[in-house]
């Protein structure tokens, strides 16, 4: 929960959900979602009602449960008695026995990677977005014929 907290809280957050392939890819869901719903629901307010609680509902599963883990992150040693700033990254104490033995990590996603996860999560949008238009002429086409 500490890593979620700490991720959350890193500058990332604030700037990824604002640049241009993954703002894209969340227009593209969005608009498949609305358009899919239409269709199931025939009706307006409740496609709309479908649409808002299924689009806040997935980009926050994805936001908070399934963008941490795209890649691992990376540790690096500490040494004890450093300050660590928990806003941008984790804190993991490990160790055994006394207190000599045990070394602190700092769990941290390096800012390098801020495109290859745009490009991730991109692609998860995208991909659901393509999948909600298959089904969405799935739909026409069965009702046309």
């Known amino acids: 929960m500490l890593g979620l907290h700490a991720y959350a809280h890193s500058g990332w957050i604030q700037k990824f959900d604002h640049q241009v392939p993954v703002l894209v890819a969340y227009v593209a869901f ?13 009706r307006t307010l409740p496609a709309m009602v479908v649409t808002f609680i299924g689009y806040v509902g997935i980009r926050g ?8 883990y795209y890649l691992p992150p990376l540790t690096r040693p500490v040494a004890m008695g450093t300050p660590i700033n928990l806003g941008s990254s984790d804190l993991v104490l490990s160790g055994f026995g006394s207190i000599r033995t045990m070394t602190a990590y700092e769990v941290y996603r390096p800012a390098e990677r801020f495109w290859t996860y745009q490009a991730i999560e991109s692609g998860i949008f995208l991909a659901l977005a393509a999948i909600l238009l298959g089904l969405s002429l799935y739909w026409i086409c069965r009702r046309i014929g």
């Open 30 to 42: 969005s608009l498949t979602l609305g358009v899919a719903a239409g269709l199931v629901c025939g």
């Open 61 to 68: 599963w994805i936001e908070g449960y399934v963008r941490p």
